[in-house]
């Protein structure tokens, strides 16, 4: 089993839908990131949570310490937002990631 | 401010070959993380840097595999003897300081080990 698991792996969806994707993580972390890669390959960093909620813009990341799980929301999804989303959850001094969700945002 | 930079952006070297990939930081950052993506598969671990110091090495491969972070300059990954498994995207990340602070992601360097 992943210490990282990300769910649903691919995820097709229709322009203005609210779009959910789940990380759960079974190491102690200092900090949970989540991350955008485009299909060019380059990878922008979307959030940085260690507790609580984030927003910005359309996006909003949410974090629950205790059950050790996360969620990326994407309100009115947009084929801009196509791309790969990763979660990936900060040790020490490492980093583990997910496999991440492959999104597919339809016009 | 410019961003986290790598170059080159691709690099092609024949088996037996050494690979340089460079990285510098965002300016004011003195921490570096290299990252490794081989195809189709997600994002690996490799090495934490801070200047002059190897902080975590935990994910390199202990054979041909190096990382530096000098006082002056960029981080280097240096691969020795460059096999095609070694083929893949090689990412670094930087920070301003240990801890839980967001890191900021280059665009990558794409080797191809023909």
């Known amino acids: 089993k992943n210490e990282v698991e990300q769910s649903p792996q691919n995820l097709t969806a229709q322009e203005g839908e609210f779009i959910t994707i789940n990380c759960s993580y079974s190491v102690g972390i200092s900090a949970l990131h989540w991350l955008q890669q485009h299909p060019g390959g380059g990878i922008v960093s979307l959030f940085m949570?260690?507790?609580g909620k984030k927003k910005h813009g359309r996006l909003i990341a949410t974090i629950n310490i205790q059950e050790k799980h996360s969620s990326l929301h994407i309100t009115a999804s947009h084929p801009r937002d196509s791309a790969v989303y990763i979660c990936?959850?900060?040790?020490?001094?490492?980093?583990?990631f997910g496999a991440g969700t492959r999104l597919t945002v339809k016009p | 401010n410019a961003g986290v930079m790598q170059n080159p952006r691709h690099l092609v070297r024949r088996r037996g070959q050494e690979a340089r990939l460079r990285c510098s930081p965002m300016?004011?950052?003195?921490?570096v993380y290299w990252y490794r993506q081989l195809p189709e598969e997600g994002l690996k671990f490799m090495v934490y840097l801070q200047k002059e110091n190897i902080i975590d090495e935990s994910g390199m491969p202990k054979e041909r595999f190096s990382a530096e972070f000098p006082k002056e300059g960029p981080s280097i990954l240096r691969i020795q003897q460059v096999v095609r498994g070694d083929s893949a995207a090689y990412f670094c990340?930087?920070?301003?300081?240990?801890?839980?602070?967001?890191?900021?992601f280059g665009p990558g360097t794409r080797l191809t080990v023909t």
């Open positions: 990936a959850v900060k040790g020490r001094d490492d980093m583990r």
């Open positions: 300016k004011g950052h003195s921490h």
């Open positions: 990340a930087s920070s301003p300081e240990w801890g839980p602070y967001e890191q900021y």
């Open positions: 949570l260690s507790s």
